[in-house]
């Protein structure tokens, strides 16, 4: 029989997917299980959206150009102005998600053997899409009793090298909610443009930002041109999750050239998404006023019933939907496991994703968890409990 | 300025779209241009279908499987099923196209500096998914005299070594629409159990087969269960291309669970594409045997017409709706060009691939053109008149 590949060998399995087993097993044991372990919103996706899709015209479901319908990026390039954020049509191509966004990006500046700096923790996938394109990772690490601020300058000088090709920051993070300070920006530039490195920015959280914070893009740092790369998604956005439209931009002729020859490999984005992200663009501010509302709720809720559980401990995080959360345990892979597998309160239980999965060090994360609040206020109050009564009796518990 | 990746700079230009300039110009000028260039079918995608994503209820665009929804690949097994494939849902990966799928299948087996053979001319992009994997091509040359079949069984035999994990054929094939016998794919069978090969096959074009021939699956052949990987799409099947919906399928274990670590990291494939594709499989037989005959008149006037010009030639292909025809020319990039910058008739002129693209060996296909014969029959005639008139004035015409 042949064998499969180093690299396959080498694929991370995702952080959140392994514990689906038990989590079926649990429900079908009659426990009502809370899903806070994905990044799955329940937010209706907008009307106007949906409304696009069931009016769909077309006789024949045809490619689209391989950087997506001028329509949509013309469209888009509004969007992005009315976020401050100025660019033309040619320099976005739609992806298929940020997910094909990122691989577009890293595999247009970087080959086998190079590196790239990403303080951790961070979103999982990247770990994937790096080794997918021999890419290693370097973790920075950023701290949860710093809210997981950025980390020094210091941390990067060190870490890089010669072979440093690129840093990566989501901002908002996921998983740790945190939003990037215009400093913090500005600090990553300078260490961009000392070491002539790419800084390509996450930012499908954009939406996603409270207390009266501003979210500020890399595509607004003065001289960088050149060298950042932003990576969006209508998914968390528009609750659009399945649409799979996402798209990667760079004032980077060189760089969006050699995306191009990528995007015209895989013939076209979807079209149906396309369509509905089109139309999405026209969703209402009540819409995001609402929603803003919700989340901040969430948020509120999370964060407060975390820090008044004993040895527990959360940041207030001003983005995103997610926190990291400390808890007073062994092994967050064991806890979450076992919160599935041996634990109801009521008949009812909590699955989380083990921080662990988001960090590249290994041995960091072991007693943190990544919470992410995308259930209404009633149902993250009852998995609240839930884990508080669990952590009276995890036998894991440390203090 | 950072600089682009040597694997961006390797990625090869489309060969398809590299004339589009040159068509738009032609445009412009008030020349009517026959797209004869890109497989994408002017037949009308099924109401089924179409409806489906006209009465789109959900609420919330989630996230799908990583693998596809489960309805779906079930009704897929009964789609295979009705082709004589016997497949569990477990066996399938449903991807963004087919694209995707060869990404997951080379990815999954090969490393970078493995090797793959592929007969050629083959289908462009697959060296892009090659270098991109980082992956070679090795071709073997198959010939416009006999009407592009099977390679002699030596080629391949001269072409393994130590580095061969692949053998990757189209059937039916694009560029060349030919159709495999069993008879050739029992011999790809012994060759790739007697050097323990994976066999990987295209078979997108399964139901674009004529004259009474029948089409023979990877799937079928009797031994190979662990080696086999097959590579699909509704793209042409429902004339789809929009969609972004294939699959990768394999009953070896081990590949799917390495191809299932890329299809997480991605998420999962588009929502209203498998929504849609469900509902195709309800298409009705009546859908085919009108599309069968309509391509079947088009193969019959291009091919009539071709051999009916002065040193021109096309073999009469059983399958998919492409030819590869000869022409008595110099150069075929230089003639598509010339095509549309400085030819036409009657306000009309024709835009092919030039047929260099589909070869890995430099100074092949010079002679030869792809041509889709993706429109109706009328324009089709009025194409090839125009390649008739052309030829009588071509300045590169070598006989």
């Given at each position: ?7 396959g060998?080498k ?8 514990l689906?087993?038990?989590a079926e097993?649990?429900?079908?044991r ?14 209706k996706?907008?009307?106007v959206?949906?409304?696009a899709i ?7 479901v045809?490619?689209?150009h ?7 990026r ?7 102005k009315?976020?401050?954020?100025n660019?033309n049509?040619d320099?976005?191509?739609?992806t298929?998600?940020?997910?094909e966004?990122?691989?577009?990006a ?9 590196e790239i700096i990403?303080p ?8 994937g899409f790096?080794i997918?394109?021999g ?5 920075i690490?950023s701290?949860i009793?710093g809210?997981f601020a ?9 870490a890089?090298?010669?072979k440093t090709k690129?840093?990566?920051v989501?901002?908002p993070?996921?998983?740790t ?5 215009e ?8 260490i961009a443009?000392k070491?002539d490195l790419y800084?390509i ?6 939406e996603?930002?409270y207390?009266?914070n ?9 001289g960088l041109?050149?060298h950042?790369?932003?990576?969006d998604?209508?998914s968390?956005?528009?609750?659009a ?6 798209c ?5 002729k060189?760089?969006m050239a050699?995306?191009m020859k ?10 149906f998404?396309?369509?509905?992200s089109?139309?999405?663009?026209e969703?209402?501010k009540e ?5 803003l509302d919700?989340y901040?709720?969430?948020?509120n809720i ?6 008044q ?8 995080p001003?983005?995103a ?7 007073p345990i062994?092994d967050s ?9 041996d ?12 921080a662990s999965?988001f ?5 960091s994360g ?8 995308v259930?209404?206020?009633k149902?993250l109050?009852a998995s609240?409990k839930?884990?508080?009564e669990?952590?009276?009796v995890?036998p894991g518990?440390t203090?």
């Amino acid at each position: 029989m042949p064998s499969i590949s180093n690299k396959g060998k080498k694929m991370p399995e995702s952080p959140i997917r392994k514990l689906v087993p038990y989590a079926e097993a649990a429900k079908k044991r009659g426990v009502k299980v809370y899903h806070l372990n994905i990044g799955q919103p329940d937010i209706k996706t907008p009307e106007v959206a949906l409304n696009a899709i069931r009016n769909y015209h077309e006789k024949v479901v045809e490619y689209s150009h391989s950087a997506g319908n001028i329509s949509y990026r013309e469209k888009l390039t509004k969007y992005y102005k009315s976020k401050n954020i100025n660019i033309n049509s040619d320099e976005i191509i739609v992806t298929a998600g940020a997910s094909e966004a990122i691989l577009f990006a890293i595999q247009s500046i970087m080959d086998p053997g190079d590196e790239i700096i990403i303080p951790e923790p961070f979103y999982a996938n990247y770990n994937g899409f790096a080794i997918n394109s021999g890419v290693t990772v370097i973790p920075i690490k950023s701290d949860i009793e710093g809210s997981f601020a950025l980390p020094p300058i210091s941390e990067f000088e060190n870490a890089v090298n010669s072979k440093t090709k690129a840093i990566m920051v989501c901002n908002p993070n996921n998983p740790t909610g945190y939003l990037y300070s215009e400093k913090e920006l500005i600090t990553l530039r300078d260490i961009a443009l000392k070491h002539d490195l790419y800084l390509i920015a996450d930012e499908v959280y954009r939406e996603f930002v409270y207390d009266g914070n501003t979210h500020h893009s890399v595509m607004n740092l003065k001289g960088l041109e050149q060298h950042s790369i932003l990576i969006d998604s209508v998914s968390k956005r528009y609750s659009a999750c399945g649409f799979r439209i996402g798209c990667m931009i760079s004032k980077n002729k060189e760089v969006m050239a050699t995306a191009m020859k990528f995007a015209q490999a895989r013939l076209s984005p979807p079209s149906f998404g396309q369509v509905a992200s089109e139309a999405a663009l026209e969703t209402p501010k009540e819409y995001f006023d609402e929603v803003l509302d919700e989340y901040l709720d969430r948020r509120n809720i999370v964060v407060k019933m975390i820090n008044q559980i004993p040895g527990a401990f959360c940041p207030n995080p001003k983005g995103a939907f997610y926190v990291v959360a400390r808890l007073p345990i062994d092994d967050s892979d064991r806890f979450c496991q076992w919160l599935l597998e041996d634990f109801h309160y009521e008949k009812q239980t909590v699955m989380f994703a083990p921080a662990s999965g988001f960090y590249s060090t290994k041995g960091s994360g072991k007693n943190e968890v990544r919470i992410s609040y995308v259930l209404n206020v009633k149902d993250l109050t009852a998995s609240m409990k839930v884990l508080e009564e669990a952590l009276k009796v995890y036998p894991g518990k440390t203090n």
